[in-house]
């Protein structure tokens, strides 16, 4: 329960401002709810926020609240900020080599897939969300990115079709806690946005299966149904009472629009809170990069152009840009043509020339397998390789019968490299 202090808190330096419990953090004054203090648990007109299961419990009494602090020390918290805005930024670097974490963080992945898709099941029959499992799958994604911010990304490479829908909650939750590192969150708040990643898509589990799969377009009153998981799996997660305010909000919001354009509401820019701001683009660029049933998949460029396109418009501007830079033009996993017509695979990406990312050359220019070779597209930088070795393309999954996920079953991933 949120402690109470009975003295006056920042006399006469106070200002107050009405956010909604998605963006209430650590460290904040409650000053006032939208219900009356007599029909809530608390002693006290206004408490400090100490630990998350504050914000678990006052999510169950309000959906908004006004927070105090001192003007020297004021945040931007209204739903109009985005995360670049955040008052202090956590710096991190690679702890350790990406194939050294790719064979850490296989097994973990490979059950992490298994139980995401158990998850999801246990929701269509019992309507019960096991959030323990939950929170046990993000705190092993987190750890793993806070080691290497590429290897995981490298994982979500490999799909199977036919788990779509929880393999992109898998993947939409590893990309958003990659994300959340580029912008400085801290750990914390990777975690928030790792548990809003893996369930912002729960309510699908409510949506019938011929809808859900349906592999051409839906009518018009089917769409109608499909549009509805947002506010199913806002219930299902409040239902759940595990008071996980954040997922509540971006498995409502994920799809609203910064033009108000989207669903369910319409809400515009200044409502929506900045959690289902990053969700929405990470999920619209899983989406548009896998191999869905009724659609085939993109390039990482061209699903990056669309949202670059799109930014300011259905997706905040800021954190578009930001998005663009986390992924990189060539993101782990990618298949590429280089100039000299030989095809790899990109494994990680190199952040001082993003451009130029460490690859493993599979195919020579006649497209016939060699021996796997790994190379640093940096060295053409430094003038140590020769620029044919520039990436002319980036291929879609499984072009000349190379993939992620063939890779990995071929059992190479780097092991004993």
Known sequence: MPRHHSNGHFANEVQSKKIHISELKIGMWVSKL???????????????????????????????????????????????????????????????????????????????????????????????????????????????????SDALMW?????????????????????????????????????????????HDVGKMKIPLEILNKPGPLTDDEMKIMKRHSVYGRNLLMSAGSGAAQAVDVAWNHHERIDGQGYP??????????????????????????????????????????????????????????????????????????MNGEVGLVFETNHKYRQLPKLIVLLDADKNPVKEKIVDLAQVEKGQLNRSYLIKDVLIDGSFGISAKEYQQRGLMFRSR
């Open 265 to 338: 509401r319409g809400l515009n820019d200044a409502q929506i809170s900045r959690y289902s701001r990053v969700i929405a683009i990470v999920d619209a660029f899983d989406a548009m990069t896998a191999d869905r049933v009724y659609q085939p998949p993109i390039p990482a460029t061209q699903a990056l152009k669309i949202i670059y396109q799109d930014k300011g418009t259905h997706f905040d501007a800021e954190l578009a840009q930001e998005f663009i830079k986390t992924v990189g033009l060539y993101p782990p996993g990618s298949v590429v043509e280089l």
């Open 34 to 148: 939208e219900k009356d203090w007599l029909e809530t648990p608390f002693l006290m007109q206004g408490f400090l926020i100490e630990s998350i299961d504050d914000i678990e419990t006052v999510a169950q009494y309000s959906e908004y609240v006004w927070v105090d602090v001192r003007e020297e020390h004021w945040v931007s918290l209204n739903a109009n900020a985005t995360l670049t805005q955040a008052p202090t930024k956590t710096i991190y670097i690679n702890k350790i080599p990406v194939r050294e974490e790719n064979e850490r963080i296989y097994g973990v992945y490979r059950d992490a897939r298994r139980l995401t898709k158990s998850l999801l099941d246990e929701v269509r029959l019992t309507s019960v969300i096991n959030t323990q499992q939950a929170k046990t799958m993000v705190r092993d994604c987190v750890e793993s990115v806070l080691r290497n």
């Open 155 to 199: 994982m979500s490479k490999i799909r199977d079709r036919d788990s779509y829908t929880s393999e992109h909650c898998l993947n939409v939750c590893i990309l958003a806690i990659a994300f959340g590192r580029q912008l400085g969150y801290d750990e914390n708040a990777l975690y928030d946005l790792g548990i809003c990643g893996l369930l």
